[in-house]
């Protein structure tokens, strides 16, 4: 597709059900929207992009126990020419981490609607688009929080981290449960993937 020149076919990943269709009655209305599809797990949008090839992914950045990142990289292996545009209302993720997985950009669900419908036109007319870096990739965690990650991902124990931080082990059990929470994570080891995924740690 040359920029800007054909209407793009554009797949909604979401798990929940009144964004995706919210999103898609948006493009829908759209002269430079040929058709959309949308799809609430993984495996239902990466079926749907080999069968339509679609111009752009907008994909949200966790579906469930699925980082968006890995959806992200496994389309674009289906799909060389599907362009992805991933997006969140909570966490964020790096221009750099996202760009590693294939992505051509990220917004945030807080962007209003026509914003996020721009930048769907902008990605599969070829461009990039990042949210203002404004606020850092890691601003939902705190940096206490962030601390405590970082020594997770090493390998640390609850004990060590105490001892590193001068912490009871008490509060870092209550910091690594609110990093779990964050991250959506449910043990150390996706905490630590969803944290190199989004960039947080290396």
């Known amino acids: 597709m040359s920029a800007g020149s054909e209407p793009l076919r554009v797949l909604v990943v979401d798990d929940h059900d009144v964004v995706h269709?919210?999103?898609?009655?948006?493009?829908?209305?759209?002269p430079w929207i040929e058709s959309t599809f949308s799809a609430s797990?993984?495996?239902?949008?990466?079926?749907?992009?080999?069968?339509?090839?679609?111009?752009?992914?907008?994909?949200?950045?966790?579906?469930?126990?699925?980082?968006?990142?890995?959806?992200?990289?496994?389309?674009?292996?289906?799909?060389?020419?599907?362009?992805?545009?991933?997006?969140?209302g909570a966490g964020r993720v790096s221009a750099h981490a996202a760009r590693t997985a294939g992505a051509s950009g990220f917004v945030s669900k807080e962007w209003n609607a026509e914003d996020i419908a721009t930048a769907v036109r902008m990605v599969g007319s070829g461009m990039t688009v990042f949210a203002p870096q404004s606020k850092q990739a890691t601003e939902h965690l705190s940096q206490r929080e962030r601390d405590v990650l970082g020594l997770i991902a090493?390998?640390?124990?609850?004990?060590?981290?105490?001892?590193?931080?001068?912490?009871?082990?008490?509060?870092?059990?209550?910091?690594?449960?609110?990093v779990y929470k964050k991250l959506k994570a449910r043990n150390r080891a996706e905490a630590v993937h969803r944290a190199q995924r989004l960039g947080l740690i290396d």
């Open 41 to 88: 797990a993984a495996h239902e949008a990466l079926e749907l992009v080999e069968r339509y090839q679609p111009d752009v992914a907008l994909v949200d950045l966790f579906l469930g126990d699925y980082a968006g990142t890995d959806l992200a990289e496994a389309i674009r292996e289906r799909s060389p020419g599907t362009r992805v545009l991933l997006m969140s």
């Open 154 to 178: 090493v390998g640390a124990t609850n004990r060590e981290i105490a001892g590193r931080l001068f912490l009871s082990q008490h509060t870092v059990k209550q910091h690594t449960r609110s």
């Open 21 to 30: 269709w919210g999103f898609r009655d948006l493009l829908n209305k759209k």
